[in-house]
Structure formats: C-alpha cells, structure tokens
C-alpha cells in the first residue's frame, strides 16, 4: 500500500506518496498548456490514465515519484522523485509543478533535491539523469542549478528527442 510510504520533509514541503484525492490537481495541470512538455493532453480520460501510471509504477518499481505538498497551507503544488518508467534509458529524478502559482518559489528545486538525497541515501542509486525537453527552459535551468550537466540525447517513441542531464553525486 502507498500510505506505507515514509514522506519526506522539507523546509517548505512535505513529498508524499501520490493518493486519489490528487488526481484533480494533476488533470488541471495535464490538461494545460503547462504541461506540453511531460505529454499532456487536453483529455480528462488520458489525464487519469497517465496519472495511474504514477501510481502503478510505485508498485511495479517499489518507488516513484512523490507529490509536493506545501507545509504552509497543504496545498497540492506538483510532483518530485524517482521515475523510471518503461523506454527510458536510465532512471531519472522528475519533477513538475501542477500549480502555477508555485513557480519562482524554489519549490521545484527544494522537492528535485530532497528526492535526489532519497534516490542516493535511501534507494541506494549512484547516478541519476533528468530528461528534459531540448525547449523547456526552466526545467534547463533548473538542471543547471541543481548541478546537473549535458550528457547526450535519449530519442522517446512519444517525446521525441530528450535531452540528458546527469545529476551529480552526493
């Protein structure tokens, strides 16, 4: 069961395990220009099963990616950790703020970093990259703030070419 998860803790955030109740929040986001880089679609039905997904693969893959909750208000703001999904060369560290009002806050790069310890201390890996599409500029930019550098190209049957940014190790 997810709710067995441990969450991490932030200053600012608590990273969760995803839950049915963020599913409103995630097809806002998905179905939103905001989200033209990760796949969305302006579709509820592929907004839920891209969402299940999220789920699914905490149990096909005994970890994934946590949802951001603000400490402050509990608010829903987006997403961060490990995803490692079928067609990706290596895992990855993902991140993705659902709600606009969170961005340039520092929140997107304080969940990437709490889920990088996690992924190096508690999953043992030792070495991580982030896909990012070649025009998503704050995502680049936040690769570079969190250290991370180029390293290649990874061409995906649905996303077309993605670039790799390695992450350093802790």
Do not use: K
Not at 17 to 44: I, K, N
């Amino acid at each position: 069961m997810l709710s067995d998860v441990a969450p991490l803790q932030t200053e600012r955030l608590i990273l969760r395990a995803p839950c049915a109740q963020d599913f409103p929040a995630f097809a806002a986001y998905f179905m939103s220009e905001r989200a033209r880089f990760t796949g969305g679609q302006p579709d509820r039905i592929l907004a839920w099963n891209r969402f299940c997904v999220t789920l699914g693969h905490w149990h096909m893959r005994g970890y994934g990616v946590f949802v951001m909750v603000r400490r402050d208000s509990g608010a829903v703001i987006g997403a961060a950790g490990p995803f490692y999904p079928e067609g990706w060369p290596e895992p990855e560290i993902a991140w993705q703020l659902w709600d606009g009002t969170a961005e340039g806050h520092g929140f997107a790069q304080e969940g990437a970093r709490a889920a990088r310890a996690h992924v190096y201390d508690d999953l043992g890996w030792t070495t991580a990259v982030s896909l990012i599409a070649p025009d998503n500029q704050r995502s680049r930019a936040l690769a570079q703030r969190l250290g991370c550098v180029p390293d290649g190209t990874h061409v995906h049957p649905h996303f077309g070419p993605l670039e790799i940014w390695r992450h350093p190790a802790v």
